[in-house]
Nanobody
């Protein structure tokens, strides 16, 4: 079983920044064999992709996040990060980290159903 624990959420003013972290662990677990992603879900809305990163560091972003958010991973620390800059009130949501085992090192995954491990989420609130 794989466990994911997010941290770093909070309340920030519009234009501010936050850095989310997701620590991934598990029994006989090799983080470098997992693609990961960040998703978010606002009340009454569907869960949507924020950013994804492949096993070898190839990244993909939702259009509204390009240029503002950066996803990265540290395989030595079993951790994936999401740096969020120029935050807007519409970025307010619960942010979830997800992971999936994959044999493809350069593939990113975009849909929630592509992932089989999820964290509990961390709340990000951006005030205007």
């Amino acid at each position: 079983q794989v466990q994911l624990v997010e941290s770093g959420g909070g309340l920030v003013q519009a234009g501010g920044s936050l850095r989310l972290s997701c620590a991934v662990s598990g029994h006989t677990f090799t983080f470098s064999m997992y693609a990961t992603g960040w998703f978010r879900q606002a009340p009454g809305k569907e869960r949507e992709l924020v950013a994804a990163i492949s096993r070898n560091g190839i990244t993909s972003y939702a259009d509204s996040m390009k240029g503002r958010f950066t996803i990265s991973r540290d395989n030595a620390k079993n951790t994936v990060y999401l740096q969020m800059n120029s935050l807007k009130p519409e970025d307010t949501a619960k942010y979830y980290c997800a992971a999936r085992f994959t044999g493809y090192s350069g593939t990113t995954y975009y849909k929630p159903n592509d992932y089989n491990y999820w964290g509990q989420g961390t709340q990000v609130t951006v005030s205007s």
